[in-house]
């Protein structure tokens, strides 16, 4: 992106950063990992040549060095990107406390609509299918309500994307180690 070409940044996270946002300090030097990282983050997210696509995954690729066709599912946050401020007031008006088993690694907890973490990159939240009273009862509905723009959309649908791409970066990430 810094040489000029355009960037397409799939993740398939609600947010960039990985588990760099995980951690508290950096190692050899024990330098803070959030001083670190969140000016990264705000340059990614800023940068007008990379186009994040968070909350997405790669369905499939074809192609050759130089012409690749990549379809993008882009996963339904029922938050419109287009209308939310990130203000936060659906997180905070949302009554269903669950426990976060991926950024908090199931010691912590989060709402059902949700942001991984304070400073994430984009600023919009999600909601959780899976525990959100809405989708579990059909009733609720307390950050549609709540919300000042209208940004819920409870209606949202996943969407696919198809891009003409030169080169494809794979980047696989880890997952954590538990030793029991």
Same mark, same amino acid.
């Given at each position: ?37 969140? &000016?990264?983050?705000? @340059? +990614?997210?800023?940068?007008?040549? !990379?186009?994040?696509? =968070?909350?997405?995954?790669? $369905? ?55 942001? &991984?973490?304070?400073? @994430? +990159?984009?600023?919009?939240?999600? !909601?959780?299918?899976? =525990?959100?009273?809405?989708? $579990? ?44």
């Amino acid at each position: 992106a810094n040489a000029g070409h355009k960037v397409y940044l799939v993740e398939r996270e609600p947010s960039i950063g990985g588990h760099m946002a995980q951690f508290d300090k950096t190692f050899p030097t024990l330098d803070c990992a959030s001083c670190i990282f969140t &000016p990264l983050l705000s @340059a +990614v997210g800023q940068h007008s040549d !990379i186009e994040l696509m =968070t909350y997405s995954e790669v $369905e499939e690729f074809s192609g050759y060095v130089g012409n690749f066709k990549a379809k993008i599912r882009k996963k339904a946050r029922y938050v419109d990107e287009e209308l939310c401020t990130g203000c936060g007031i659906c997180i905070e008006k949302c009554p269903k406390k669950v426990v976060d088993d991926v950024f908090e690694v199931g010691i912590g907890y989060r709402k059902s609509v949700y942001r &991984p973490f304070p400073q @994430a +990159v984009p600023k919009f939240p999600v !909601i959780d299918t899976e =525990t959100c009273i809405y989708f $579990e009862r059909g009733t609720c509905k307390a950050c549609e309500k709540f919300c000042p723009t209208d940004a819920i959309d409870f209606e949202q649908e996943d969407t696919f994307i198809d891009l003409d791409v030169g080169n494809i970066i794979l980047a696989t990430g880890y997952d954590l180690f538990d030793s029991r």
